[in-house]
T-cell receptor
Framework: GENVEQHPSTLSVQEGDSAVIKCTYSDSASNYFPWYKQELGKGPQLIIDIRSNVGEKKDQRIAVTLNKTAKHFSLHITETQPEDSAVYFCAASRGGSYIPTFGRGTSLIVHP | NAGVTQTPKFQVLKTGQSMTLQCAQDMNHNSMYWYRQDPGMGLRLIYYSASEGTTDKGEVPNGYNVSRLNKREFSLRLESAAPSQTSVYFC?????????FGPGTRLTVT
């Protein structure tokens, strides 16, 4: 089955800095890679996703990059703000199967 | 739209007790899921239902049962709770690849 590794487990940055979270996956058939944000006391919420036919996708201050050859993908947050503080999960799934395998999460702390 | 709702929000059980966690969605999604979240372990799939009338085991199904009551509702039952089932439980639903999560149920088994 799929195995998703996520690093780092904790990331502390100053407001305005950039933050990068990295994930690797094992199943070369995976072709959908979502990122979820979980605020304290809430369920995860999709913030951005990327499919295997795209190398990069951007939405305002967040971007995701995918390297299919190396089987890794990353989340980039620029100009971080205190409200970006949350746990972020990466995931990978195959087309036709809507069952993602999640990474273990990264706790991002943005200091004002 | 309420999205995905879960009841209860908190529960404390004694070892050996049983209980059912309820989940409902109002988005007309075919697929529903139950996850557990433990510190440092991410989200692990317990059971899922790809469509009304079907259920399948996920990564960690032991000690749990599920019922897809209708298209809206998907319940998770602990028949004989154990301390190892202390966790936060999330229900999710999806029409395609994006999953929508409920607010979670925090369960403690003593």
């Amino acid at each position: 089955g799929e195995n998703v590794e996520q690093h780092p487990s904790t990331l502390s940055v100053q407001e305005g800095d950039s933050a990068v979270i990295k994930c690797t996956y094992s199943d070369s058939a995976s072709n959908y890679f979502p990122w979820y944000k979980q605020e304290l006391g809430k369920g995860p919420q999709l913030i951005i996703d990327i499919r295997s036919n795209v190398g990069e996708k951007k939405d305002q201050r967040i971007a995701v990059t995918l390297n299919k050859t190396a089987k890794h993908f990353s989340l980039h947050i620029t100009e971080t703000q205190p409200e970006d503080s949350a746990v972020y999960f990466c995931a990978a799934s195959r087309g036709g199967s809507y069952i993602p395998t999640f990474g273990r999460g990264t706790s991002l702390i943005v200091h004002p | 739209n309420a999205g995905v709702t879960q009841t209860p929000k908190f529960q404390v059980l004694k070892t050996g007790q049983s209980m059912t966690l309820q989940c409902a969605q109002d988005m007309n999604h075919n697929s529903m899921y139950w996850y557990r979240q433990d510190p440092g372990m991410g989200l692990r799939l317990i059971y899922y239902s790809a469509s009304e009338g079907t259920t399948d085991k996920g990564e960690v199904p032991n000690g749990y049962n599920v019922s897809r009551l209708n298209k809206r509702e998907f319940s998770l039952r602990l028949e004989s709770a154990a301390p190892s089932q202390t966790s936060v439980y999330f229900c999710a639903s999806s029409a395609s690849v994006e999953q929508y999560f409920g607010p979670g149920t925090r369960l403690t088994v003593t």
